[in-house]
């Protein structure tokens, strides 16, 4: 069970590094920005697997239930407002790379610096 | 059984993460993203975090989708074939990667009831909840009361960011013409893909109810402005999907879309002021009434209206400029 306890991490580790990798790889800003949603969620999920307790329930009191644990409210709430303010901020650079388009003609991040270069 | 199923889903993330990224089809990519959130939601509620798997599965299923489809409409479906593979990135990425498993070892097993980030303020609100607030949900009293002044800045980010879409996407053409598509007619939506809009006409008021009871119900259920805004707004890009943009900005004109989005984050401030105007600090909802318990719910129920008619507001008004914006293909 030591190391099943861990996987939550690893699985934050692998999903964090995709997503780094296609920020840093890839040449298509649509993709950087998809690499940016995967790397945010994984930072979601390693905040929610934080605030598991074994045996616990979803932080709800529940009236008369005696000796009863509840997981963590603090890092929900954290994640729960950063989902939203995440799909704003995507939101933001979606529109960005569209005025990139028009103005360049191309999305692919190395065709738009040649462009600046001859410029 | 639960730990079978949790270790079975993380793998779907990673395996679904890696498609993303490997497919060259943009819309492939976007399409496995929102399945990627689903599966996240899945995750979340596996891990007893019902409130946030609700707010993903609506935003990230349902909202981000939409944006990335619209963003794609207007540049390109496609990514160019990349020349080589980038080794220098993949080492970085490895080498990081390798750092960061190394910082695992250190943490407290899953579920660990004595990990340090159990011991702080954490026993405190699930303690003083029903003491001090009265109602059952401690996330809903967290969010709403106890962190308020976090919550209040993460409407105003999201303010931010709709201005910064709104300014961004108008471009050359007045603010005032945003929602406006410059030449062409409106396609109509789907007016003639019977099927979809039939059935997707018949689920837009169950969308819609079950929205208004998250914002309502989100004192005593996993629920509240954040998630409700996301659903309700759902609902209705379902309908301009359905309908055309042009019918949905009949149903919700442009001033009141904008109006939303003010109007929400003014609400919430004003709460705020209120509570100042009355004695107390900023944000105290104990002096909103002399029951200092019904103060707080009086408090939380309306900064949560005004997070709902924000967050609302705010990715329709999103929505809209991406679908105003010309095809330029």
């Not at chain 1, 995967?38 to 000796?67: C, H, N, R, W």
């Not at chain 2, 798997?53 to 981000?64: H, M, P, Q, R, Y």
């Not at chain 2, 109509?188 to 969308?207: A, W, Y």
Request: proline share 5%; aromatic share 10%; glycine share 10%.
């Amino acid at each position: 069970m030591q190391i099943l306890g861990l996987y939550n991490y690893w699985v934050f580790v692998a999903l964090l590094m995709i997503g780094f990798y296609a920020v840093i790889a890839k040449d298509n800003l649509i993709k950087k920005l998809i690499g940016l949603s995967i790397f945010q969620a994984a930072v979601f999920l390693l905040y929610i697997s934080m605030d598991k307790v074994e045996g616990g329930t979803a932080p709800i009191i529940q009236p008369g239930a005696v000796d009863q644990i509840y997981s963590n409210p603090l890092p929900q709430v954290l994640i729960l407002t950063a989902i939203v303010v995440g799909i704003s901020t995507t939101a933001l650079g979606l529109a960005i790379v569209v005025r990139i388009k028009e103005a360049y003609d191309t999305i692919e991040e190395s065709e738009a610096a040649a462009m600046d270069r001859e410029a | 059984m639960t730990i079978l199923f949790a270790v079975f889903l993380l793998t779907m993330l990673v395996i679904t993460a890696i498609a993303i990224v490997r497919t060259p089809d943009l819309f492939a990519a976007v399409m496995l993203l929102g399945i990627f959130s689903l599966l996240m939601a899945a995750n979340f509620f596996v891990l007893d975090a019902a409130d946030v798997a609700l707010t993903e599965a609506a935003v990230g299923a349902g909202i981000s989708t939409v944006l990335f489809l619209g963003a794609l409409a207007l540049t390109a479906a496609r990514e160019r074939s990349s020349l080589a593979p980038p080794r220098l990135a993949l080492v970085v990425v490895l080498i990081t990667a390798a750092t960061v498993v190394y910082a695992t070892f250190d943490k407290p097993a899953l579920g660990d009831p004595n990990a340090p980030v159990h011991q702080h303020v954490a026993p405190w609100y699930l303690e003083q909840t029903p003491v001090l607030i009265g109602i059952p949900n401690v996330v809903t009293a967290v969010l709403g009361s106890f962190r308020g002044y976090d919550t209040l800045g993460e409407v105003f980010v999201v303010f931010a960011a709709a201005i910064g879409v709104l300014f961004v996407l108008s471009g050359d053409r007045p603010l005032s013409a945003v929602f406006r598509p410059k030449d062409a007619p409106s396609t109509g939506g789907l007016k003639h893909h019977l099927i979809p809009r039939i059935v997707g006409k018949l689920l837009i008021p169950f969308i819609l109810l079950f929205g208004f009871y998250v914002q309502f119900h989100g004192e005593y259920g996993p629920g509240g402005g954040f998630q409700a805004g996301a659903i309700i707004a759902a609902a209705v890009i379902l309908y301009a999907v359905l309908e055309g943009e042009d019918r949905a900005l009949v149903a919700l004109p442009e001033p009141v879309l904008k109006g939303l989005v003010a109007g929400g984050a003014l609400l919430y401030t004003a709460v705020g002021l209120v509570c100042m105007l009355l004695g107390g600090n900023f944000l105290e909802y104990s002096v909103l009434s002399a029951d200092a318990v019904f103060g707080q719910q009086l408090g939380i129920i309306l900064i949560e209206a005004g997070v709902g008619v924000a967050v609302t507001g705010v990715l329709l008004c999103i929505f809209h400029a991406f679908a105003a914006r010309d095809n330029p293909a």
